[in-house]
């Protein structure tokens, strides 16, 4: 468990799955999402029991003041050059500055209990709240990646964000001491 004062990333835990995939079905949460229809119970049911299994993957639950507000997953991609990828979103009902905390929590995470070098990050180019907060957290654009992603209907350019742990703890500091 990684926590400041007022917020703790936890494991997900199979108790969790409805409240997450509810998160996930909101449709505030799921028009960012690279799968955009609605998450039926055994489809999440199933996505747990093989991430759970995957020891590479990371299913952490944010809480604030005790009350879950969000979800967080981080993948090791390479456990050799120490990079692992993000995924995140917060409960539709969240706490004004939630997002804030949970970056915090996150990154200190990765980089300070995972000692991971780098961690990568996506955005749709529409949703710019995720791009405006992967750039307040320190990250940096590595990419546009051009029509890269296809929704059913058209094409979406995706950009890519990298924050190197030197960077991390230069630029932001870890705030969450």
Excluded at 37 to 45: A, G, P
Excluded at 141 to 162: K, M, S
Aim: charged share 25%; aromatic share 10%; glycine share 8%.
């Amino acid at each position: 468990m990684h926590e400041n004062s007022s917020a703790v990333l936890r494991p997900l835990a199979a108790d969790d799955l409805e409240m997450v995939r509810a998160w996930r079905n909101h449709p505030d949460v799921r028009r960012f999402m690279y799968t955009q229809h609605t998450v039926e119970r055994d489809e999440h049911e199933g996505w747990f029991e093989l991430a759970a299994s995957t020891p590479d993957k990371h299913l952490l639950v944010f809480e604030r003041g005790g009350v879950p507000s969000g979800f967080v997953n981080v993948t090791i991609a390479d456990p050799s050059a120490r990079r692992a990828e993000w995924g995140f979103y917060l409960a539709p009902n969240a706490e004004k500055g939630s997002g804030s905390l949970l970056g915090q929590l996150a990154l200190s995470y990765v980089f300070r209990d995972l000692e991971q070098h780098k961690l990568c990050g996506e955005a749709l180019a529409y949703n710019h709240r995720s791009i405006r907060f992967h750039e307040r957290l320190g990250f940096r654009q590595e990419a546009c990646l051009r029509d890269h992603h296809f929704d059913g209907n058209q094409y979406h350019d995706v950009i890519g964000f990298g924050l190197i742990a030197t960077e991390w703890l230069e630029e932001k500091g870890d705030r969450t001491q």
